[in-house]
């Protein structure tokens, strides 16, 4: 087994994050994007917190260019309100690296933007029906016609889009300018960055067709994180396979600093589990 190092992310990878999907097909699994493989009850997943956090180290250059076009990155979120078409993205990016580096979490409160910095804290309404969200943009895209910004499953959930699968929205920046007029004016929160929502979650790191390689790992990653470690067998093309699952995670780590580890440890196909 590889040492336990930290892998260094391709810049050109984390630049054009959700949206080049055209570029980056081999990359995923699934080649049409969908939502989760059951139903989940997303009502009560909370809106994203307004914080105040430096710029990311990656997915800030400009400009940039996608596909042929050229993009520019505002140099400040502070006072952006533009009304347009609303996307979503789902299964197919989820677990996998935004543009700052961080990971695509379907069940989280995100979006993806061509220009805003990243990271920035948008409230996103429905105009067809009044509902609002409020999302923390991490990533970049939809890099297509007509479409402002791209939503996570959870906030297109939120705003019951889902089915249509775009919707007409007006977003807004919320700055530290525009929270201190908010409920209490207590304005943005200051944590640290590079935090990310990853208490209660599993990974699931492998795939084995043999029970004691598999208790093996699990023992392995147990000893080496201090986190739950589950093995689980199921049935593909007639044959048993033993999932070896790191959680549900305690959030000491980033969901982007594991998966980083698990990569250079040889098992680059790990990735975040679907909420029962």
């Known amino acids: 087994m590889k040492p336990w190092l930290i892998l260094g992310v391709s810049l050109s990878v984390l630049l054009a ?6 570029d980056n097909a081999g990359r995923y699994s699934i080649k049409q994007d969908r939502g989760p493989d059951q139903a989940v009850d997303l009502s009560r ?9 430096p710029q990311s180290r990656w997915g800030n250059k400009s400009p940039y260019t996608v596909l042929g076009k050229r993009y520019t990155v505002l140099p400040s979120a502070e006072g952006y309100r533009q009304r347009g078409t609303a996307s979503w993205y789902g299964k197919k990016f989820h677990g996998h690296t935004t543009s ?11 979006a993806a933007h061509k220009s805003l910095p990243l990271p920035s804290y948008v409230r996103v309404t429905n105009l067809d029906n009044g509902r609002q969200v409020v999302v923390r943009v991490n990533d970049r895209g939809p890099f297509h016609d007509q479409r402002l910004i791209d939503l996570s499953y959870a ?12 919707a007409r929205v007006e977003i807004e920046a919320i700055t530290d300018a525009a929270a201190s007029g908010q409920a209490g004016g207590t304005g943005l929160s200051h944590v640290p960055a590079e935090q990310s929502a990853s208490n209660g979650r599993i990974l699931q790191v492998a795939a084995l067709s043999s029970i004691g390689n598999a208790e093996r790992l699990a023992q392995q990653l147990q000893s080496r994180f201090d986190e739950p470690t589950q093995v689980q ?38 990735h975040l589990v679907d909420l029962p």
């Open 45 to 53: 997943v909370p809106d994203a917190v307004p914080r105040i956090e």
């Open 17 to 22: 994050g959700c949206a080049s999907k055209e």
């Open 155 to 166: 906030a297109a959930y939120r705003l019951d889009m889902l089915q249509k699968g775009t």
């Open 100 to 110: 700052n580096g961080e990971v695509y979490d379907m069940y989280q409160m995100s």
């Open 233 to 270: 067998n199921s049935e593909r093309d007639g044959r048993t396979l033993y999932r070896v699952r790191l959680g549900p995670l305690s959030g000491r780590y980033t969901l982007n600093w594991l998966l980083l580890q698990l990569s250079d440890a040889g098992y680059p196909g790990a």
